[in-house]
Antibody, heavy 114, light 107 residues
Framework: EAELVESGGGLVQPGGSLRLSCTASGFIFSNYEMNWVRQAAGKTLEWVSYISTSGNNIYYADSVKGRFTISRDNAKKSVYLQINSLRAEDAAVYYC???????WGIGTTVTVSS | DIQMTQSPSTLSASVGDRVNITCRASQSISVWLAWYQQKPGKAPKLLISKASNLKSGVPERFSGSGSGTVFTLTIDRLRPEDLATYYCQQYNRATWTFGPGTKVEIK
């Protein structure tokens, strides 16, 4: 069964950094484009970033452009999200999502507070 | 950017009812629309893709229709376990957009 597991969330001060990881199992990871989606408490879902199978094509939401960096390691079946210059509005549950939208991780929580 | 709206924002219905949720896109997205169900504390679950394609394993009580800018999610014979928030999502472009959600409550 296809599965995604995120990690790396935590409590960070404004202006701080975090690196989120998402590890895949149960499917051929290198064949799938991947995305990060986040959800602030009580809010709707917000697409954050996309990466192609090779990593050559990358897109970001305007709200995170210049601060977030997506990457992947197909050998490790993992996708990453480097989050810099954290703001209060970045606090959310971050999900990694397989393209096709049919497989979501359980999420990792990022809390921003001084 | 493509904006998505949903109506109603909250819906209260009885077990056995048929409910409809409407999603509108700010510009045509052809049939590149998905519907999700999300229960508290859980990740969203894909119900329907390409506007009307029911994901394998999803009860046939769920159905989707529409194209262009107006889409509908229908739940026939509402069951207690359908209590959840439902989101639409466009994926016409590489950048996705989600609707604000519709919370379904059971009377």
């Amino acid at each position: 069964e296809a599965e995604l597991v995120e990690s790396g969330g935590g409590l960070v001060q404004p202006g701080g950094s975090l690196r989120l990881s998402c590890t895949a199992s149960g499917f051929i990871f290198s064949n799938y484009e991947m995305n990060w989606v986040r959800q602030a408490a009580g809010k709707t879902l917000e697409w954050v970033s996309y990466i192609s199978t090779s990593g050559n094509n990358i897109y970001y939401a305007d709200s995170v452009k210049g601060r977030f960096t997506i990457s992947r390691d197909n050998a490790k079946k993992s996708v990453y999200l480097q989050i810099n210059s954290l703001r209060a509005e970045d606090a959310a549950v971050y999900y990694c999502v397989r393209d096709g939208m049919d497989v979501w991780g359980i999420g990792t929580t990022v809390t921003v507070s001084s | 950017d493509i904006q998505m709206t949903q109506s109603p924002s909250t819906l209260s219905a009885s077990v056995g009812d048929r409910v409809n949720i409407t999603c509108r896109a700010s510009q045509s997205i052809s049939v590149w629309l998905a519907w999700y169900q999300q229960k508290p504390g859980k990740a969203p679950k894909l119900l329907i893709s390409k506007a009307s394609n029911l994901k394998s394993g999803v009860p046939e009580r769920f159905s989707g229709s529409g194209s262009g800018t107006v889409f509908t999610l229908t739940i026939d014979r509402l069951r207690p376990e359908d209590l959840a928030t439902y989101y639409c999502q466009q994926y016409n472009r590489a950048t996705w957009t989600f609707g604000p959600g519709t919370k379904v409550e059971i009377k």
